[in-house]
């Protein structure tokens, strides 16, 4: 079993940063593939990014450029940086993991665990 836990979303102006944090416990975090995904109201649950167990690192191709995903394996914590918000960028944001299998870490039904999720709100 493992916990995730998100924190770290806020409000914040267009142009803005927001650096989301996701603290993982339970299991052994070094070999899971972990994802974040965002859900706005009334839209599905989409793709932002995932790392898996070697650093490999997966970007929603739209958001390659603003969004960087990392990992710190030693606080077994997952990162996603946010630069340049834009208000479609508002959502409820989720942390993810899963045994790293190799492949596919772009689809939500791969991941076993998931957060509670922390809401980011831009602002225009």
């Known amino acids: 079993q493992v916990q995730l836990v998100e924190s770290g979303g806020g409000l914040v102006q267009a142009g803005g940063s927001l650096r989301l944090s996701c603290a993982a416990s339970?299991?052994?975090?070094?070999?899971?593939?972990m994802g974040w995904f965002r859900q706005a109201p009334g839209k599905e649950r989409q793709f932002v990014a995932a790392?898996?167990?070697?650093?490999?690192?997966y970007y929603e191709a739209s958001l390659k450029g603003r969004f960087t995903i990392s990992r710190d394996n030693a606080n077994d914590t997952l990162y996603l940086q946010m630069n340049s918000l834009k208000p479609e960028d508002t959502a409820e944001y989720y942390c993810?993991?899963?045994?790293?299998?190799?492949?596919?870490?772009?689809?939500?039904?791969?991941?076993?665990?998931w957060g509670q999720g922390t809401q980011v709100t831009v602002s225009s």
């Open positions: 993810a993991a899963t045994e790293d299998r190799n492949g596919h870490y772009y689809l939500a039904k791969v991941y076993e665990y």
């Open positions: 339970g299991r052994t975090f070094k070999s899971a593939a």
């Open positions: 790392i898996n167990s070697v650093g490999g690192m």
